[in-house]
């Protein structure tokens, strides 16, 4: 019986795998062929595979809007890399309207889910007043953040916002790196 639940779990995860392979062979069409099903389906990975296909225009055509609409697939899963993508395609404008507020929802969603580059890309948009509620001390702590889970561009920049930064803001910018580990990156 439990075999029966997990069957569609193992046929999502073995296509994922096997358009992995095409990918790996060059054959982006093939892959695509197989994720399309799957993102269909529901499979995050295979929505995000799609969407990555359809960004940069390999075995497809490149159309920013349908992979928008896959990232967004994914992402409303809690899929990190898709959240990401979806934060960057609304700052830039990239089959979206540009809107640094929904970049914002969507890095701060990525970072909640610790990928460090949607952290660095938070705390910019909070340091360089791209955020709707822009705020210095938080923009220096998503960099601390990042810094925090291994990531050396963030270590570096972090020197630079520190340095800019008055003794206060420094203060309350550790106070809410300090809450925002203790809350396992959640309501920071």
């Known amino acids: 019986m439990a075999l029966a639940l997990f069957a569609p779990l193992q046929k999502s995860a073995a296509g994922v795998q096997d358009g992995a392979a095409a990918l790996e062979r060059g054959e982006y069409a093939k892959a695509f062929e197989i994720w399309q099903p799957l993102a269909e389906e529901g499979d995050p990975l295979a929505q995000y595979n799609l969407a990555q296909l359809l960004r940069t225009g390999h075995g497809v055509s490149r159309d920013f809007v349908l992979a928008a609409y896959w990232y967004r697939q994914a992402a409303e899963q809690g899929f990190a890399r898709a959240q990401y993508n979806l934060g960057l395609m609304n700052l830039n404008g990239d089959g979206l309207a540009k809107d640094p507020s929904m970049a914002a929802h969507w890095f ?13 890309q938070l705390g910019l948009l909070h340091l360089k007043g791209f955020h709707p509620e822009a705020d210095v001390g938080r923009g220096a702590m998503w960099i601390e953040i990042a810094a925090y889970n291994g990531s050396a561009t963030a270590l570096k920049l972090l020197e630079e916002v520190l340095e800019s930064m008055t003794p206060a803001q420094a203060e309350r910018s550790t106070d809410l790196v300090r809450q925002c580990i203790s809350r396992q990156f959640r309501d920071c």
């Open 108 to 120: 701060l969603k990525s970072a909640e889910n610790r990928h460090v580059d949607a952290q660095i």
